[in-house]
């Protein structure tokens, strides 16, 4: 039995309908709270499904104020004109409401409100100092799990982005409400959903801190995501696969978390990054040819998880080890979401340059069951073209 620690967020509650009483659940919870910040973006905004929420805020006394400047992958300018809403208002508590993209923003805005440290400052692993404003996380698409985990993602270039990895950014509640995700189009559920069954998938092999803790969650979290996620895209009211899909989502967020993911999410940034595409499709592209190439290395993990998405798979360990690459490949054809580099306009010309720039993600690769060189990153989009 390895030695490991396990950090995780103070509270969950996962319940369908649970934000319309959000205002008495942060009285009970913070009872000096008077004015939240409601972090999000403008698209989730117009949808007014916050409504509910911000009418029991105002019920029991707090005087919100929302800042919906988010955009994907948020560049630094974005999380500071965040950080700048919540000085101005003297914000006593952040709530994070929508994908990761506004939940790491919230984090951000959460630990940056009342310090002195400039954003730079912080990215890196263990450089927030201090403490922060008590912060609530409500995640809006079953995916990210950013709610439970302490990494948010800046983007600091045209196509590069930085991480900022701390306990600070642990929640102090993260609030599963499948009622706000009911209006997810079919492609977003899938993409967003595939991104969940990576973080499980890539949990379960991560090189330093795979434990008995991430493991189980990865495969509960595996288990949930595989069941529910072809009946969300196909039922998009069906509130009770939305909901198993954000608690999906959300155990497998705890599981990276403490385990962290790996070359699929290395390769995902620069296609995301230059190509601006969404992180979980990103994700869903590179998936199968980065789990062909960590074969080798992974196969006995690879067979176990075959298991729970296919469950009828048999023979030897690679052979079921292939049959989970299969599924997830057979996953991606059903939800009807693009299946390779070429349908999101990327050319053979443009590899070199994902390759150099997938290299730079050393956290990441660090973490692959086996190492990948500059060839092998260049080879897998090649296969993914």
């Known amino acids: 039995m390895p030695a490991f620690a396990f950090s995780t967020v103070a509270q969950i509650l996962s319940e369908p309908g649970a934000t319309a009483r959000l205002g008495r659940l942060l009285a009970e919870r913070f009872p000096q709270a008077r004015r939240p910040l409601l972090v999000t973006d403008a698209g989730f905004l117009r949808t007014g499904l916050m409504e509910?929420?911000?009418a029991d805020l105002a019920r029991c006394g707090m005087a919100d104020a929302v800042f919906a400047g988010v955009v994907a992958d948020p560049p630094e300018h974005v999380v500071l004109a965040a950080v700048e809403a919540a000085r101005r208002m003297d914000a006593d508590l952040v709530i994070g409401f929508g994908g990761g993209s506004s939940m790491d923003v919230a984090k951000l805005v959460a630990v940056l409100a009342g310090s002195e440290q400039p954003l730079a400052a912080i990215y890196g692993i263990g450089n927030v100092q201090g403490g922060r404003l008590p912060l609530v996380q409500v995640p809006?698409?079953?995916?990210?799990?950013s709610?439970?985990?302490?990494?948010?993602?800046?983007?600091?270039?045209?196509s590069t982005?930085?991480?900022?990895v701390a306990p600070q950014l642990y929640a102090d509640l993260a609030v599963l409400d499948a009622a706000l995700t009911l209006g997810l189009p079919p492609k977003l559920t899938a993409a967003t959903g595939i991104d969940a069954m990576v973080h499980a998938i890539e949990a379960t092999t991560s090189r330093h801190k795979k434990n008995p803790l991430s493991d189980a969650l990865a495969r509960e979290a595996l288990g949930l995501l595989s069941r529910n996620l072809l009946p969300a895209c196909e039922r998009g009211g069906d509130l009770d696969a939305r909901q198993a899909m954000l608690l999906g989502a959300c155990l497998a967020g705890q599981a990276f978390s403490n385990a962290p993911v790996a070359a699929v999410h290395a390769l995902a940034y620069p296609v995301g990054g230059?190509?601006?595409?969404p992180h979980g499709l990103s994700n869903s592209l590179v998936l199968p040819h980065v789990l062909e190439f960590n074969l080798p290395a992974a196969a006995s993990s690879y067979a176990?998880?075959?298991?729970?998405?296919?469950?009828?798979?048999?023979?030897?360990?690679?052979?079921?080890a292939r049959a989970l690459i299969a599924a997830m490949q057979q996953i991606t054809r059903m939800t009807g979401i693009?299946?390779?580099?070429?349908?999101?306009g990327i050319a053979e010309t443009d590899l070199d340059r994902l390759a150099d720039e997938a290299m730079l993600q050393t956290r990441l690769l660090g973490n692959n069951?086996?190492?990948m060189t500059r060839e092998h990153a260049r080879a897998i989009y090649a296969a993914a073209l």
């Open 140 to 145: 809006t698409t079953a995916g990210t799990g």
């Open 304 to 320: 176990e998880l075959a298991a729970i998405v296919a469950p009828h798979a048999s023979g030897s360990e690679e052979a079921r």
């Open 338 to 344: 693009e299946a390779s580099l070429r349908q999101v």
């Open 161 to 164: 982005k930085m991480g900022v």
């Open 147 to 158: 709610e439970v985990t302490n990494i948010a993602i800046v983007t600091t270039g045209a």
């Open 274 to 277: 230059i190509f601006h595409v």
């Open 369 to 371: 069951p086996r190492e």
């Open 52 to 54: 509910a929420a911000r």
